[in-house]
């Protein structure tokens, strides 16, 4: 999940940068509280993509540390 998560997240950079149609956020934070969350927080940083965005940039940290603690608690 973390990598179709961080793949999208590329892709709306890029559609974003020439002007496409965008991936709504609402799918994007289906994709991070469905797991994808480290991955998206990990290409939020890289790509530089949403980080104006309270939402994102608060949201992703607390959420991805959430769900790796979850993870790891089942492990």
Same mark, same amino acid.
């Given at each position: 999940?973390?990598?179709?998560?961080?793949?999208?997240?590329? *892709?709306? @950079? &890029?559609?974003?940068?020439?002007?496409?149609? %965008?991936t709504?956020?609402? %799918?994007?934070?289906?994709? #991070?509280?469905?797991?994808?969350a +480290?991955?998206?927080? &990990?290409?939020? *940083? @890289?790509? %530089? =993509? *949403?980080? @104006? =965005?309270?939402?994102?940039?608060?949201? &992703? +940290?607390?959420?991805?540390?959430?769900?790796?603690?979850? #993870?790891?608690?089942?492990l």
């Open positions: 999940m973390n990598t179709v998560a961080y793949l999208v997240m590329k *892709k709306d @950079k &890029l559609y974003a940068q020439e002007g496409n149609w %965008r709504p956020e609402s %799918r994007l934070w289906m994709l #991070a509280i469905a797991g994808g +480290p991955g998206m927080w &990990l290409a939020m *940083k @890289k790509f %530089r =993509h *949403k980080t @104006k =965005h309270p939402s994102f940039r608060n949201g &992703l +940290p607390v959420l991805s540390i959430f769900i790796t603690v979850i #993870a790891g608690w089942f």
